[in-house]
């Protein structure tokens, strides 16, 4: 396949993809089933966002303008893909089809339905991507490795595939930095920073920066856009498990009913709680921060705008490692 053939073939899969089409839908509601953190409004998200954002002609053309226009010596490249927000490993897909190489995908248990629907589609589209395609449950056989997973997992990954060329990615998160000056819009565009996807992926604010004697009382007010997550099963039984550990700790905590506020110089936070910490010097805040190494985004004015953590294009890759120059240079 040419690369312009390939092109054209992920703007038919974008178009599909916002489609109706039956099979689809159906994979949808299977996917809700199969992992009750993917909600119907979540999926639709992630689905317009790669439709939007990674599936048009034009983006694909300039993303990919320096690829050669036939990969005369594809490489076989293993990608270990996460599962925690829909859809999350079709960004290394992409990359590696665009550039005319082999991939063999180990999916994930949590989000195997969607991306496997995207791949029959593509190969029922163009036969020849039969060959092109493959899932495994075990990885072997490959010429470079793309994982991603935990600080834990990460560690297994380096043992098995270090002595490949690989990208392997670890914990990640992203945080907010407030002047206390922010539009009551901002505040909203925040709130979905924090609150998409219940807060499971890298890009999700897990932490607020915030000045001293920072008013919270507008920024719940917020946040309770969200209020119906407490409807939902699986975040209500985290929101209530922190907040028992916060009562009986007689531990400081701020709440709409729905999040936690907990001051923490953690990074990290639960599912269900953000993280808080005071500063005085924001420029000191940015220098600390980027020198951090667990850190996808930093939100913040002239930084990440507020509302887009969630949003990234073709050229947000993750953890800043370029995937194209990656499999280029093989």
Not at 118 to 126: D, E, F, L, P
Not at 266 to 279: C, D, G, I, K, T
């Amino acid at each position: 396949m040419k690369l312009q053939e390939r092109i054209e073939l992920l703007v038919e899969l974008g178009k599909h993809l916002l489609s109706k089409d039956e099979v689809w839908e159906k994979c949808k509601q299977n996917a809700q089933i199969q992992n009750s953190w993917f909600t119907k409004d979540f999926i639709e998200l992630s689905v317009q966002n790669i439709a939007t954002n990674f599936l048009q002609k034009s983006l694909l053309e300039n993303w990919t303008n320096k690829l050669q226009n036939e990969n005369l010596n594809p490489k076989t490249i293993g990608v270990v893909m996460a599962g925690n927000i829909p859809l999350v490993g079709l960004h290394d897909f992409l990359s590696v089809f665009i550039s005319g190489n082999k991939i063999k995908i180990k999916a994930s248990t949590k989000d195997e339905l969607l991306i496997k629907h995207i791949t029959n589609w593509i190969q029922t589209k163009h036969p020849e991507a039969n060959e092109l395609i493959q899932y495994f449950e075990i990885l072997k056989n490959c010429d470079a490795f793309i994982a991603t997973g935990s600080n834990n997992s990460s560690r297994y990954f380096e043992y098995y595939f270090g002595k490949y060329p690989n990208i392997i990615r670890k914990n990640k998160t992203s945080v907010a930095i407030l002047e206390g000056n922010e539009q009551a819009q901002d505040l909203e565009n925040l709130a979905d920073d924090v609150h998409l996807y219940f807060g499971l992926g890298c890009r999700n604010v897990t932490k607020i920066y915030v000045p001293e004697n920072y008013d919270f009382i507008p920024l719940l007010a917020a946040f309770n856009k969200y209020k119906y997550f407490s409807e939902h099963h699986k975040f209500k039984n985290n929101y209530d498990y922190n907040l028992a550990l916060h009562i009986l700790n007689n531990k400081f905590y701020m709440s709409n009913g729905t999040i936690l506020l907990v001051e923490n110089e953690s990074n990290f936070s639960a599912v269900s709680q953000l993280h808080y910490e005071y500063y005085s010097d924001k420029e000191a805040v940015i220098k600390k921060l980027n020198s951090s190494e667990d850190l996808q985004c930093i939100v913040a004015k002239k930084h990440l705008p507020f509302g887009k953590a969630q949003c990234p294009s073709l050229t947000d890759y993750a953890d800043g490692v370029n995937t194209l120059d990656f499999l280029e240079n093989l």
